[in-house]
T-cell receptor
Framework: GAVVSQHPSWVICKSGTSVKIECRSL??????MFWYRQFPKQSLMLMATSNEGSKATYEQGVEKDKFLINHASLTLSTLTVTSAHPEDSSFYIC???????????FGPGTRLTVT | QQQVKQSPQSLIVQKGGISIINCAYENTAFDYFPWYQQFPGKGPALLIA?????SEKKEGRFTISFNKSAKQFSLHIMDSQPGDSATYFCAATSRGFTGGGNKLTFGTGTQLKVEL
């Protein structure tokens, strides 16, 4: 149990375009989902917290107009990187918290490369 | 006060040996301490977690030791295997709902390599 999927697993896009990443909890309901960014050989950096049916809460320094987060249902959250630039290239990881527990379960990550 | 300090940054252990990774925290509101294992190109996987009402938790070859007074906790991997080679992250959070949805504060990670 407690499986979180992400789609796509990797994506290459051109500078100036937008990219959408989906995060799904497959076998549990997630009231809260989190979006992280990870650079090579570094720890995870929390970008935002997403609660179902409400606006996401962004961490300091994260541009909310650039990284659009939507948590439309208890099993789906999306991250849209708008007007992507090469510096947005990174590994994006989502996690989901089971509404009945405290554990966070992570997705497999999405490798974004902006050319 | 939100920091979680993790050491060592990297660790090389012989097959069959014990791997030990240490973490220290400052925020006394933290009351849930998970460890995650991450392989290259993959998302972190929950390995084992502990609450501060116990001093030790064991699951298979993995043991968490927790010292509440020292605000330290550690991961012990017994009989380390080459397949354990990965990056390990400790984390901490407060289970009380503060509106932040139980955000995890991560350590900086430890790259473990288990040699034959």
């Amino acid at each position: 149990g407690a499986v979180v999927s992400q789609h796509p697993s990797w994506v290459i896009c051109k500078s100036g375009t937008s990219v959408k990443i989906e995060c799904r909890s497959l076998d549990f309901q997630a009231t809260t989902m989190f979006w992280y960014r990870q650079f090579p050989k570094q720890s995870l950096m929390l970008m935002a917290t997403s609660n179902e049916g409400s606006k996401a809460t962004y961490e300091q320094g994260v541009e909310k107009d650039k990284f659009l987060i939507n948590h439309a249902s208890l099993t789906l959250s999306t991250l849209t990187v708008t007007s992507a630039h090469p510096e947005d290239s990174s590994f994006y990881i989502c996690s989901a918290r089971d509404r009945s527990a405290y554990e966070q379960y992570f997705g497999p990550g999405t490798r974004l490369t902006v050319t | 006060q939100q920091q979680v300090k993790q050491s060592p940054q990297s660790l090389i252990v012989q097959k069959g040996g014990i791997s030990i990774i240490n973490c220290a925290y400052e925020n006394t509101a933290f009351d849930y301490f998970p460890w995650y294992q991450q392989f290259p190109g993959k998302g972190p996987a929950l390995l084992i977690a502990i609450r501060p009402d116990v001093s030790e938790k064991k699951e298979g070859r993995f043991t968490i030791s927790f010292n509440k007074s020292a605000k330290q906790f550690s991961l012990h991997i017994m009989d380390s295997q080459p397949g354990d080679s990965a990056t390990y992250f400790c984390a901490a959070t407060s289970r009380g709902f503060t509106g932040g949805g139980n955000k995890l504060t991560f350590g900086t990670g430890t790259q473990l390599k288990v040699e034959l």
